[in-house]
């Protein structure tokens, strides 16, 4: 266990920002991080995980700790259900596709999504039908000023849209050091009515999609549309697919009636950001190293040299002009540090 100063996040942030941390330290185990948390009680403190959610604007002038708890088993199971934990610092793409390779179902539309296990239950992140909240049964985490363990259940959670209870009441209050999911053994409840999967699957001659089916079809889509880190700095999706009121919607339709949306109560309306954003012209942009990625206009991305701020202020831009073309506030997914 090594406290490193003035530490490079260039590698820790899948935008591929480079920042510096005033103090950088891994904590590898439970006993680890309550002992840096307990020996660095009045030091300001970063958690940093997978950093595939996050754009840095600035240098972190903090003790940034990173979550790199490894680990995964079956705890539970019946006829019908297991139920799997797993370390926080897993990642993720990685533990769904232990979850296929054991024919165990209920994650396989979230297949790619960067970033850890331990913070899917802080974003609730989802894709295509799907959200952490579906399988998500609870997490161990950590408070932080008294390293004691708390279980969250999902009902403790407050799981909304891209929200939970550890973006507001319980904020920079505790790290989730475990997640547990129940998934289903038999019986699987194939979801492959959102998006582009059928086609895929079509267009792979899948008839009756198993788990690995979708999962595949899934990876091929994001493929398709999404780059890939490693290669192109990004955090995916930038911002949220804004969710209006139905009198507001009309409205927008009328002019534009081309315009995909979804339905989700009686009085509210789901419309794509990247629709929005396309149809504002900027998809495929570039300013300087900061751009919009040609194939999917929900993700920004760094060429090579963009600052965190220069990619701010492109997203910044993109808001502005949504509002003022449609009237609509988009908000960034991503969290500006």
Not at 41 to 58: A, Q, R, W
Not at 88 to 101: K, Q
Not at 116 to 135: C, F, M, R, S
Not at 261 to 284: D, N, Q
């Amino acid at each position: 266990m090594t406290i490193h100063s003035n530490f490079s996040l260039k590698k820790y942030n899948t935008f591929g920002i480079e920042a510096k941390a005033r103090q950088f330290v891994a904590a590898h185990s439970v006993d680890e991080l309550k002992t840096i948390l307990h020996e660095n009680k009045t030091e300001t403190k970063f958690i940093l995980g997978g950093g595939s959610n996050m754009l840095l604007t600035k240098n972190i002038d903090a003790l940034v700790i990173h979550i790199d708890l490894k680990g995964k088993k079956i705890i539970k199971e019946d006829d019908d259900f297991v139920w799997v934990k797993s370390m926080a610092g897993e990642n993720w793409h990685e533990f769904v596709l232990w979850t296929i390779d054991q024919n165990l179902g209920g994650l396989e539309n979230m297949s790619l999504i960067p970033g850890n296990v331990g913070t899917t239950p802080v974003q609730n992140i989802g894709a295509y039908g799907t959200e952490i909240k579906d399988t998500f049964v609870s997490c161990e985490a950590m408070t932080i000023a008294t390293q004691e363990m708390k279980t969250f259940s999902k009902e403790d959670c407050h799981f909304g849209y891209r929200e939970s209870v550890f973006k507001h009441e319980a904020k920079n209050q505790f790290i989730i050091t475990s997640v547990v999911f129940k998934l289903t053994k038999r019986n699987h409840k194939i979801n492959i009515s959102y998006g582009d999967i059928t086609k895929e699957l079509e267009k792979q001659n899948v008839i009756t999609p198993t788990l690995k089916d979708v999962s595949n079809a899934v990876i091929a889509i994001r493929q398709s549309k999404l780059p890939d880190p490693k290669e192109l700095g990004n955090s995916g999706s930038f911002f949220k697919n804004p969710i209006i009121s139905k009198v507001a919607f009309e409205k927008i339709h009328a002019l534009h009636p081309e315009m995909p949306h979804y339905v989700i109560s009686e009085t509210e309306v789901k419309v794509p950001a990247g629709w929005l954003i396309e149809k504002a012209g900027f998809k495929g942009k570039r300013f300087g190293d900061a751009g919009i990625h040609k194939n999917q206009a929900l993700v920004l991305v760094n060429y090579g040299k963009a600052t965190g701020q220069e990619i701010l202020n492109v997203s910044k831009d993109i808001q502005a002009t949504i509002l003022k073309e449609f009237g609509i506030a988009i908000e960034a997914e991503v969290n500006v540090i």
